[in-house]
């Protein structure tokens, strides 16, 4: 099995800062893509970043300048750096990735139970 645990979420101002870790543990052969995802109340889930395991990244507009997406290969840990944070950034935010489980050649999705981030004043 497969799971992806979240972590570093909270309550911050407008203007502020949060970093948000998700590591994979299991039976993981390797990892291909990792990334965030948010969903915001009555909205839809939404790709916020991604990065690939030769370290390309991938960030949706609203988030590009302020959000860094980085990678720990030998801990298979996914970071989001999130600097001057928007009340519309309020969401609670999901691990994804794209893992190659033991004894497979097929990837698999797998998500984290997701963590509240909440920018307000």
């Known amino acids: 099995q497969v799971q992806l645990v979240e972590s570093g979420g909270g309550l911050v101002q407008p203007g502020g800062s949060l970093r948000l870790s998700c590591a994979a543990s299991?039976?993981?052969?390797?990892?291909?893509?990792m990334g965030w995802y948010r969903q915001a109340p009555g909205k839809q889930r939404e790709l916020v970043a991604d990065i690939t395991s030769g370290g390309s990244t991938n960030y949706e507009d609203s988030v590009k300048g302020r959000f860094t997406i980085s990678r720990d290969h030998t801990q298979n840990r996914v970071y989001l750096q999130m600097n001057s944070l928007k009340p519309e950034d309020t969401a609670v935010f999901y691990c994804?990735?794209?893992?190659?489980?033991?004894?497979?050649?097929?990837?698999?999705?797998?998500w984290g139970q997701g963590t509240q981030v909440t920018v307000s004043s």
């Open positions: 299991g039976s993981i052969s390797r990892i291909n893509v």
């Open positions: 994804n990735a794209n893992v190659y489980p033991m004894g497979s050649s097929w990837a698999r999705v797998y």
